[in-house]
């Protein structure tokens, strides 16, 4: 009998090849159009804890930047973001390792 977690993991795998593949004619679409990337996707999903997660104006005033930064950090995936319920979530170690990082 198979495994199902196998089975499992050998799907995910699948899901990943197709996203990689994905990303890669995006970008060599960018390219021909002369546009820069300017989106770098998470190689893998980050140890979050729940407790991590935190609003992105309490992120803002906690970190003392712009909200506005926030939101384009979580769109360019420079820092990670969630949505839960309808709201948006980042994680405040994201930030902090992204501001050290500059």
């Known amino acids: 009998m198979t495994d199902p977690l196998d089975i499992l993991a050998d799907h995910l ?3 990943a090849d197709q996203v990689a ?3 890669q004619a995006a970008r ?5 159009r002369n546009e820069p990337v300017d989106f770098q996707p998470l190689t893998r ?3 979050i804890r ?3 997660l935190i609003e992105p104006s309490a992120a803002a005033s906690r970190f003392h930047i ?3 930064t926030v939101r384009l950090w979580c769109r360019q995936n420079k820092v ?3 949505k839960d319920g309808g709201r948006w979530l980042v994680s405040a170690s ?3 390792a992204k501001r050290r990082a500059g």
Do not use: Y
Not at 28 to 32: G, L, P, S
């Open 66 to 68: 712009a909200k506005d």
């Open 28 to 32: 060599a679409m960018q390219a021909e």
């Open 80 to 82: 990670f973001c969630v």
């Open 21 to 23: 593949a994905a990303l």
């Open 94 to 96: 994201s930030i902090r």
């Open 45 to 47: 999903q980050p140890d």
């Open 50 to 52: 729940s407790d991590d």
């Open 13 to 15: 795998q699948g899901l």
